[in-house]
Each structure stands twice: as C-alpha cells, then as structure tokens.
C-alpha cells in the first residue's frame, strides 16, 4: 500500500506537526525515508517535503488511530513521542500505518521490527521515569522544594503526578534540564512549563545538616565485606550520581581521575 | 548525643536486616487523607548503597541497647560497642525530612529489646503514632515484631504498619538452641503466626466494615541467615516453601553471614560471606514465588545443595530432558516458564505476541528471549535453531553465567578449541593444497 519514497518529512516538533506527518503520509501513498523535526534537519539528498502542522489534520488521525486500532494504541503512540528514540517520529509513522492494516492486533505483534522498536523505546522511558521517582532529590528553600533531573526522555508527564500526590502540601518544582521545562505544582494543581534555565540558590543550614546525614547514613548501611561496586553500576548508572548528594566523593573522585571512568568501571555486561 | 551521632550507631546496628523492600501497596496520599506520602506496589529503590543493595526506607534500630545475648549478633549485650537510643519524636522528625528530600520511600523500624519485650513495642508504637496522627504521613512503614511483646502491643504496632516481620534468623531449633539461647523456635512462630492470623480477619473486616483499620496492607516477611549454622539448602528451601503455605508470608529474606563474632560455635571471622550461596537461594526464592517451582522439584534427600555452576532452573531444566523441546507456538504458559532464558515477562509476551501471529527465532530475539540460553530447549514450529547441535556439554556450557565461569573455570582452563595442539602454518598450508 505504501511506495519508499526518497523525501525527507520535515516538521515543526510538536505532537500535532507529527499526526499531521501522518496524514501525509497517507494523502502520498508512500513512506518517507526520514521524518525529523526542523531544529533537526540537515540537508540530505533526498528531497525535503516540508509539513505544516494543521490542527484539523491532526485530529482526523488522532480520531482514526482511536477507530481503527485501539485507546492503548493511541497512548503507545503518545508516549513513543516522548521518548529519546533517534528515529521515533519514522517509528510513530511506520506504527500507525501497520496499525491502520492490522487494526488493533499491532499492539500484540511483538515479533514485527517497527512494534518491537518502538516497544524498546517506550519501554526505555517508562524504566527510566521508574528510576527518576526514586533518584529525584529535592532541596528545601523555605518554603518550596527544588529537584534537578537530566533525564533523556521526556519523563515529567510520568513521574507528575507521583510528587504532586506525594507531597500535596507543598509547593514544588522538578527541573527538566535536558528538556528545558519545568513541572510547577502549589497545592492542589501542576503544570509543565517551558523555562531556559535555573540557577540553583544558596543552601541554607538545615539541608545542609540533612545531606550531611544522608551522606552519612548512606556510607555507613553498606556492608564493607560484601562491597559489589559493579551491582552498584548496573542498578544505579554513573549519569544519574552527580545528582545524588551521597554519591558526591564518588563524582569528585572521578572527576580528579585522569583516566577516562569508561575503561575503568563500565558494567559488565 | 545529637542525632548524627545516634543515626551512625544505629543505622550501623541495623545494616544486617536485608528486608528494604518498600513493595506490597499502593496508596494513594490525598485519598487517604494524609499530608504527605504515598505508597507504590511496586516498590521504589532511592539509592543503591556500595555493596549493590537497594535503598528504599531508613533502616534504623530504635536502640541497639540490647538485654539479649545472641552469639550471632553486633548487638548482644557482651559486645563491646557504642549504644544509642533515639526518642520516638527524633525517629518522626528524620524520617519527614527525609522524605520530603525523597531520599527515602519511608521507614524500617526495628529495635533491640530495652527493659523488656513490651517497653520496646510501646516505644516503637509511639514512633509511628508520631508519624501517622502527628505528622499525617501516609509513606511506607516496615516495622519489626519484637518476639514476646503482648499481642494487644502487637495488633496495634501492625495497624500502623505496611508491613511487619519477625526474623526467623537461624533456620533450626537446634541452631537456635544454641547460638540464641534467649530465643526459641516457639517465641518467634507465635508473633509470626499470631500477625497472620490478624491479616486474614482484617480481611473480611475489610469486606464487612469499609473503614475497618486496616492491619498490615503490604503483609508479613520475615530473614534467615545462610552459612552461620550447618542447615543445608535444602532444609532452608523447605522451611521457606513451607513459610509461604503456612503463613501467607510475602516474602522470605536470606542474608549471608557476615562473621560479627569470634566465637566457637560460629564460622571463624576470616570466613568470606557465602554470596553464592543466597544468590542461589533467592533464585530458587523466585522460582518458588513467581515460576509454579516446588521446593522438592528444586533440591531432595540425595541433593541437599545447589549446584553453585548453574542457577536451579537450569539445572532442574537439564535433569529433564523429557519435558524438552518446548513447541514455543503452543506451549502453556507454565511450562513456558520452565524454559531456561524465558522469564516471567517474555513469557507473558510471547504469549501476546503468539495471538498476533507465528513466531520464529527472530522474532523470539526481539520479544527478549535469552536465546544462547533457550535454544537447546525450544523448537519454533518444529524446528531447531540452524545449525545448532544439542548436546549435554554444550547446553551446559551455555547455561553457565559468565561471573561462574569467571569463579570456576578460569584456573588452568582455557578457550575450547577444535584442535588439541597449536595450527602450525604447515598445516595451513596443507590445508591449502588439499594434503589434509
């Protein structure tokens, strides 16, 4: 049903701009060798089909991928958007079109390159929103409490409401950094705002003494005899540690390091 | 003493307690009208401490001012090390601002017995009354049953828990007898059991009355320590399956002795923890808990041990060979899972994906199927993979984890190869020509 075309689709980046992909992907019968979006895109040979993003288009697929395959489907689509899978939007495309042939049976065909790509992909992010509700830490300023996070998908729409519910009577924000956005929540209401950058204010005596104790606590619960800095590794990778107010020796002491920390102490596997 | 001084001594004290888990229920904090916190089944690790074990909850003992004197323990009342007690409102206070920090998912709180079993259980009580009515925290508890406290001290500590536990910690009454001589089997099974039996009627209060307090929503564990007395594995897989059956435990703990005492009775300090050893066991744990494994499929009278090689479905896979090849197109799902490089969540998947469609080799790779493992026991529509050849050594070969092989293998062994004796180039060369 669809020719390989040699086009490039380019698009504004916005989850409408990708629907909108779709649906010309459809009207031309073909599937595009690339799909990026515009703040991406270098020149190729191939040729450069530019995509508006028109809010009708948009809809229409939306509500076909409803109709045609499944509620879950649509939400595999969203949370594919999200993640940092290089070639997502080509993945998303060649999704919804094996899901309009194959109706809502897509979901299950685990086996087919395109599903299991992106099933990979939504299930890097969804693991590592998992492990951002556990390594988020927040500082206490007075009255309102600050958590940094460089995660590399898009994971605030996933761990949101977790902290909103957690620490309902407090005021809050998670800064995406890789992102540039920001999750605001005063009771009893959140939103993820853009925001370029944040300047992390002056610790105050108090979290101070708390990191300190923390640090120490952290230290003092491992069990010297049975010391496994790889296991370490493998449940808590290094790019999560400068983050981590316990892990701060560690990071320092790599940093003095003049061998690269790659060769010295990748996982295992 | 400040806190920090306390917090050293008595995370130190407890730092052997391996149960962290903060699993088991899912609680949502502005519906159950708290402050703050909430709770996820699944769990959630904050941090992972330099021995590779996961930190979920402060893990603190309410004192180490112990009036028992168990051979195996840091804190028996003849060792000669520091002692610390926390107040109650101390313990609520680090636990919020840990929390709010979301350094923490919650708190473990366990205690040795100062004065006398009651006192103890009432302090602890306070604590988390503190917490839940005080401060409206609606986080994770795991408290610790302290055997011999009234069972009234008891009902009560565990309405405010999630979860409770008793440590079994030497697995016979013998061992018991004697490295614990203030503790017998009878004092710890009665708390064990008198919890389930509070678990079971507040599950039908539950049904009855809607608001019914509830008694510990994320169950009941318990620890054993491996290597510190002579119990075989397969005593201790017994008594772990029959923990589950009898007492709805939800999970069972084991931790390798760490050598605290120089005692004659004890294996001698210099003794490495046997890591191995509890590997095993939580892996036969699993398989017992999650795989439709039987403790007697696993280990019997003639087999008291695992086989330190291979992990024990492994090797229960190779002592079968009559179940095997699995036709992955149409097997159940239980004998799915008794294949070696199916676990339960490729299981479930190619379960999914079966509905879809036919599957192959390929497609069992990206669904997630450790084939090097899987292959010499599986056929995808009657076939086996191409060019593959089964037999006992290699399947094994295959099966072994690459840290045993390390262990095992490594001295004097080295890279298999076809040929006995170093390829000279002459041989190559008559290779060539056609001579060989």
Redesign the interface.
Known sequence: MFDRADVVYVYDGSFQGLMCCIFECFVRKETPAAVVCEADYQPTLNTLVSIPTDTVKSKRVENGILRKTSAAAMQFVRDGYYTCAPDKDLLILKFVQLGMERGAKVMSMLGDDTVSALTKAVMNRSREAHNYLGFARFSIYGEVMVSVIEPKNFVLPIIGPHFCDRYRNESFMIYDKTHSAALIYRPYEWEIIHIDSYTEPETQDDEAAYRSMWKMFYETIAIAERENPKCRMNHMPKRFWSRLPEMDEAVSALKGNQEPPHSLESPHR | MD??DK??IL??A???DVACTSSGVDR???ASGG????A?A?G?????????????L??ILYSNSCIYNCAYCVNRATNDVPRATFTPREIAD?TI??Y????I?GLFLSSAVVKNPDYTCERLIETLRILREEYGFT?YIHAKAIPGADDLLLTRLGQLADRMSVNIELPSQESLNRLAPDKSKTAILRPMGLITERIKENCTDLVKYKHAPKFAPAGQSTQMIVGATPETDYTILNLTSALYKKYGLKRVFFS?Y?PVADNPLLPAVTT??P?LREHRLYQADWLLRFYGFTADELLDEQHQSFNPLIDPKCNWALNHPEIFPVEINSASKELLLRVPGIGVNSAM?IL??R???H??Y???K??GVVLKRAQYFIVCDGKLTEGLKITPDNALNALIS?NCRKTFLSEGAQQLSLFDTQITREDTVKCLTGQM
Do not use: M, Q, W
């Not at chain 2, 402050?35 to 909430?38: E, K, P, R, V």
């Not at chain 2, 709010?100 to 350094?103: A, D, L, S």
């Open positions: 806190v920090y917090l050293k995370s130190a407890a730092k052997y949502s904090g502005s402050s703050i916190g909430n996820a699944c959630i690790c904050h941090t992972f401490s330099g021995d590779g074990r996961c930190v979920s402060l893990k680090l601002n840990f709010k920090r979301n350094y998912e986080g390798a760490v490495r923890p890591l998947r999914r994906a509905r879809a469609g599957l192959d390929a497609a069992l990206k669904i690459d």
